[in-house]
């Protein structure tokens, strides 16, 4: 129902900015709320950040809380992740993921997933 393309991912040096995007199918788009989730090597995959369907609630990992901003556009179908003062443990395979109506910081709440990009921050 529900199909998630990442873009904007690649190389930035230590504190550089980068500004991901999902863009999403359907015209149901604007009921399901959207989140955006990191894995780096050898862990696990982690909550960076979650926006509810109509954008009023956003919600942050402590370890990107004032550098990164979530943000969607609906008459786009599209979500962006803002990423400011980018650190080398940034560095990661970024997805983003969809689910019904209620935003979460759980990867199992969620139904939709995109392919991911990598985000390189070099030191």
């Known amino acids: 129902q529900v199909t998630l393309v990442e873009s904007g991912g690649g190389l930035v040096q230590v504190g550089g900015s980068m500004r991901l995007s999902c863009a999403a199918s359907?015209?149901?788009?604007?009921?399901?709320?959207v989140g955006w989730f990191r894995q780096a090597p050898g862990k696990e995959r982690e909550f960076v950040a979650a926006?509810?369907?109509?954008?009023?609630?956003?919600y942050y990992a402590d370890s990107v809380k004032g550098r990164f901003t979530i943000s969607r556009d609906n008459a786009k179908n599209t979500v962006y992740l803002q990423m400011n003062s980018l650190k080398p443990e940034d560095t990661a395979v970024y997805y983003c993921?969809?689910?019904?109506?209620?935003?979460?910081?759980?990867?199992?709440?969620?139904?939709?997933w995109g392919q991911g990009t990598q985000v390189t921050v070099s030191s």
């Open positions: 359907g015209r149901s788009f604007s009921a399901y709320a």
């Open positions: 993921a969809a689910r019904f109506f209620t935003a979460t910081m759980s990867q199992n709440d969620y139904n939709y």
């Open positions: 926006i509810s369907p109509s954008g009023s609630g956003t």
